[in-house]
């Protein structure tokens, strides 16, 4: 049973830092991609960035390219923030779908498994 655990989210003023973390359990994931989702209250679920988890290459929004690296250990993804703007405030969640493909990366509904999510506010 896969899971997928979020934690490191709070509270962080604008211009700062925060690291946000998958853990990941259930199955050996070396044929999945892992992405990073964010939704914020009235908006639909948008992509921020994914990795596959072994090779390939990463992708990143626009929003949050330069600014945001997805990166993983051995069980762990992780999403390095910096540079945060209060637009970035949102629940953040952590996603695993078996398809290796570079199609349809942004889409949510590609992704078979979510995380609860973790919560980043960014105060101006």
């Known amino acids: 049973q896969v899971q997928l655990v979020e934690s490191g989210g709070g509270l962080v003023q604008a211009g700062g830092s925060l690291r946000v973390s998958c853990a990941a359990s259930?199955?050996?994931?070396?044929?999945?991609?892992m992405g990073w989702f964010r939704q914020a209250p009235g908006k639909e679920r948008e992509f921020v960035a994914s990795?596959?988890?072994?090779?390939?290459g990463t992708y990143y929004a626009d929003s949050v390219k330069g600014r945001f690296t997805i990166s993983r250990d051995s069980a762990t993804v992780y999403l390095q923030m910096k540079s945060l703007k209060p637009e970035d405030s949102a629940v953040y969640y952590c996603?695993?779908?078996?398809?290796?493909?570079?199609?349809?990366?942004?889409?949510?509904?590609?992704?078979?498994?979510w995380g609860q999510g973790t919560q980043v506010t960014v105060s101006s």
């Open positions: 259930g199955r050996t994931f070396t044929s999945y991609v």
């Open positions: 990795m596959p988890w072994v090779g390939g």
């Open positions: 996603a695993a779908r078996s398809s290796r493909s570079d199609l349809q990366l942004m889409n949510p509904r590609t992704y078979e498994y």
